[in-house]
């Protein structure tokens, strides 16, 4: 009696605490369809151990409702905003494939900026080493992502940077408003929206 009293406890435990970490948000479908009410952005074991996102009509919802990220194309949550990229080449310049990524939003505008640390083939510059190995000489693992008012997305590579971003913005009256002397990768904020700003 005691343990199925404690089993109980547990439970409801657990459902508190899963209602009460329920944030408001919305979701966008592939089809554009939107929805709106209490998030939460979980972890589903299984074969494939997948996030998804359930969405409460109301807190205490017995029937929420369920998206795969892949069947997004963009969510909220807490204070955050995402959006979800399927079969996604982020580089123009190599064959690096994302099956499914979410990036978060930066700032909205002409350009619109997002960041992931879920890129990682961009984040190393190699030498050859001394054994004739080649290393790894830098390991920052934010990749910022740009993309216009048609939805094509594309990722900044952060060893060839000052070029890409070139072709997007005029940089020379950006880094004259903003005092920048030396443009660095993460500079590229600014830039966009001052660039946003003065469009």
Do not use: C
């Amino acid at each position: 009696m005691l343990n199925k009293m404690r089993y109980k406890l547990l439970i409801f435990f657990l459902m508190s605490f899963h209602f009460l970490n329920a944030q408001n948000g919305y979701v966008i479908t592939k089809d554009d369809s939107v929805f709106t009410g209490f998030l939460h952005y979980q972890l589903v074991f299984g074969t494939t151990n997948e996030f998804e996102i359930e969405l409460q009509k109301f807190k205490k919802d017995k029937k929420p409702r369920r998206f795969h990220l892949e069947s997004l194309k963009e969510f909220a949550y807490k204070k955050d905003t995402f959006a979800v990229l399927t079969n996604f080449y982020p580089f123009l310049d190599r064959n690096l494939f994302i099956e499914l990524i979410k990036i978060k939003l930066v700032e909205r505008g002409h350009i619109t900026l997002y960041w992931s640390n879920e890129i990682e083939e961009s984040t190393y510059s190699y030498n050859m080493s001394s054994q004739g190995f080649l290393m790894p000489t830098s390991s920052s693992s934010m990749t910022y992502l740009i993309g216009d008012n048609k939805g094509y997305i594309v990722a900044i590579d952060p060893l060839n940077f000052d070029q890409e971003i070139r072709q997007y913005l005029d940089l020379v009256e950006g880094i004259k408003q903003l005092g920048i002397r030396k443009v660095k990768y993460d500079h590229i904020p600014e830039l966009i929206k001052y660039h946003n700003r003065t469009y």
